[in-house]
């Protein structure tokens, strides 16, 4: 990883006497301060204790937030360089595959989404069937004539959803080939 973190100490926001470890610029407030007994033992040691102690204390403190931090991100880096490609020997199965389920999960969303899907189905309504007609024959009037009432709804606005859908479509082949 670029980057390196910086771990220091500083007292809590509030104004309290509660110290807390900062970590990027960060103050990590998850991590809980001590109860007020051990907090005002803690003090009292510190009070008879040099003031070096206190120092010293708090530079081994940091210095082993640092060594955790910086463990972190050489194990967060060495995650992401092991992270390949999905590979597969069968590039024929794969692709087929999610061509089947890319268009199973598209027709799927547009009959949940749009009544255009139900209304292209609908073989039992006249109206519907004069109305596709007259659309079919409206676009061949423009020029498109190549129309059928199975590419009808290749003229739907595109899915804000289609990567979502195209990830799935993706997964779901891999596993299946």
Known sequence: MGGSFKANFQHHPEGTDQWYPVVGGETLLSVHPWSSETGSQVRLLFSICP??????????????????????????????????????????????????????YKTARLRSKSSVIKNLEDNNNPNMKVAINEAISALAKIGLRSIDASSLAA???????????????????????
């Open 51 to 104: 003031s070096s102690l206190t120092s010293d204390v708090r530079n081994i403190m940091q210095s082993h937030i640092q060594s955790c931090a910086d463990n972190a991100a050489r194990h967060i880096g060495f995650l992401l360089e092991e992270e390949k490609e999905p590979f597969t020997m069968s590039a024929r199965y794969y692709s087929k595959y999610r061509s089947e389920f890319l268009g199973h």
């Open 155 to 177: 003229l739907l606005p595109p899915d804000p959803m289609e990567p979502a859908i195209g990830i799935m479509a993706d997964v779901r082949a891999y596993f299946q080939g």
